[in-house]
């Protein structure tokens, strides 16, 4: 059985430290590095609800997307939500480990794991991380569909393919305009607006998506028209965890490590209903493509 300290240099090949963006907080949060791991499990989101679930599993090992404290703290007090499930994890002898951004940019990364999730190929990153000479790493990826599909199909299939959110999936532009390249991002892409713009594709697909640089977008025109596909931010990172859990697999077969790796089915998005307009004046102006939603309730696949 692998120590802790071993598992966690494995997954660091993955997702070396040094590659995440100087503001992120990834690497191990909790963990005794000689405690021997035998079970692992991957989530999005380090919140109660996921470490009560690692507990009930008898997870050694918890990796999650999301850094539990992006900033400094100076108390773990049981009374805050996050001293709390630090609490939890050390009095469970449970690991926590964070691959954030140095998961976004790598080969294969978030981005990869989207767009495998929507069956669409990838054919470079969105923006290339320059520090790497093949050209695969970096953040969002700029993809190709093989038989084009149109924005209307193309959501279906993202609130198919997606594990099911509130939130479904929301769209900005034509329903009918086909679709051929596309960009994708897991997470908030608000500030890739510029990049998608310069890869020329028919569409972007990520999250967390605001009124102003959504409108402002749409607005111009300059570069043809382009379609915004917006999801839960929980559903577009969720798919890493498959890719993360194989990858990680594939490590304990090679060793032998015989570990066991599990993925949380848990939705952990904030938002928890949805509520479609009916206001009897009002207008919009994609009407036909605001039905496009997977607000079914369940757990994801
Ligand atoms: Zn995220």
Same mark, same amino acid.
């Given at each position: 059985?692998?120590?802790?300290?071993? *598992?966690?240099?494995? /997954?660091?090949?993955?997702?070396?430290?040094?590659?995440? @963006?100087?503001?992120?907080? *990834?690497?191990?949060?909790?963990?005794?590095? =000689?405690?021997?791991?035998?079970?692992? !499990?991957?989530?999005?989101?380090?919140?109660?609800?996921?470490?009560?679930?690692?507990?009930?599993?008898?997870?050694?090992?918890?990796?999650?997307?999301?850094?539990?404290?992006?900033?400094? &703290?100076? &108390?773990?007090?049981?009374?805050?939500?996050?001293?709390?499930?630090?609490?939890?994890?050390?009095?469970?002898?449970?690991?926590?480990?964070?691959?954030?951004?140095?998961?976004?940019?790598?080969?294969?990364?978030?981005?990869?794991? !989207?767009?495998?999730? !929507?069956?669409?190929?990838? *054919?470079?990153?969105?923006?290339?991380?320059?520090?790497?000479?093949?050209?695969?790493?970096?953040?969002?990826?700029?993809?190709?569909?093989?038989?084009?599909?149109?924005?209307?199909?193309?959501?279906?299939?993202?609130?198919?393919?997606?594990?099911?959110?509130?939130?479904?999936?929301?769209?900005?532009?034509?329903?009918?305009?086909?679709?051929?390249?596309?960009?994708?991002?897991?997470?908030?892409?608000?500030?890739?607006? =510029? =990049?998608?713009?310069?890869?020329? *594709?028919?569409?972007? !697909?990520?999250?967390?998506?605001?009124?102003?640089?959504?409108?402002?977008?749409?607005?111009?025109?300059?570069?043809?028209? /382009?379609?915004?596909?917006?999801?839960?931010?929980?559903?577009? @990172?969720?798919?890493?965890?498959?890719?993360?859990?194989?990858?990680?697999?594939?490590?304990? =077969?090679?060793?032998?490590?015989? /570990?066991?790796?599990?993925?949380?089915?848990?939705?952990?998005?904030?938002?928890?209903?949805?509520?479609?307009?009916?206001?009897?004046?009002?207008? &919009?102006?994609?009407?036909?493509?605001?039905?496009?939603?997977?607000?079914?309730?369940?757990?994801?696949?």
């Amino acid at each position: 059985m692998p120590r802790l300290s071993e *598992v966690i240099a494995a /997954l660091e090949t993955l997702w070396p430290t040094e590659r995440a @963006e100087s503001w992120d907080a *990834v690497g191990t949060v909790v963990g005794d590095p =000689d405690q021997e791991v035998s079970r692992v !499990l991957f989530a999005v989101d380090p919140v109660q609800e996921i470490v009560d679930e690692a507990v009930q599993l008898g997870a050694d090992l918890l990796v999650t997307h999301h850094p539990l404290y992006l900033r400094g &703290t100076t &108390t773990v007090a049981a009374s805050t939500f996050k001293g709390r499930v630090v609490h939890t994890l050390v009095k469970n002898d449970i690991a926590l480990h964070v691959a954030h951004t140095n998961a976004d940019r790598a080969d294969p990364g978030v981005s990869d794991a !989207l767009a495998g999730a !929507l069956d669409l190929r990838v *054919v470079r990153p969105l923006i290339p991380d320059p520090t790497d000479p093949e050209g695969r790493r970096g953040l969002g990826r700029v993809c190709e569909l093989d038989h084009p599909l149109t924005v209307r199909e193309l959501a279906a299939r993202a609130a198919e393919r997606l594990p099911a959110t509130a939130q479904g999936i929301r769209v900005a532009g034509d329903p009918e305009a086909q679709v051929r390249t596309i960009a994708v991002s897991g997470g908030s892409g608000d500030s890739l607006f =510029d =990049d998608v713009r310069a890869a020329g *594709v028919d569409a972007f !697909l990520t999250a967390d998506l605001r009124h102003h640089p959504a409108s402002e977008f749409m607005a111009d025109r300059a570069h043809g028209p /382009l379609a915004l596909l917006d999801a839960a931010h929980w559903a577009t @990172e969720w798919p890493w965890c498959e890719l993360a859990a194989t990858q990680l697999d594939e490590i304990s =077969d090679r060793h032998g490590w015989g /570990l066991r790796v599990h993925v949380s089915p848990t939705v952990t998005d904030p938002w928890t209903a949805h509520a479609a307009s009916s206001h009897p004046s009002s207008t &919009t102006r994609t009407r036909s493509a605001s039905r496009v939603s997977s607000d079914t309730p369940g757990a994801p696949n």
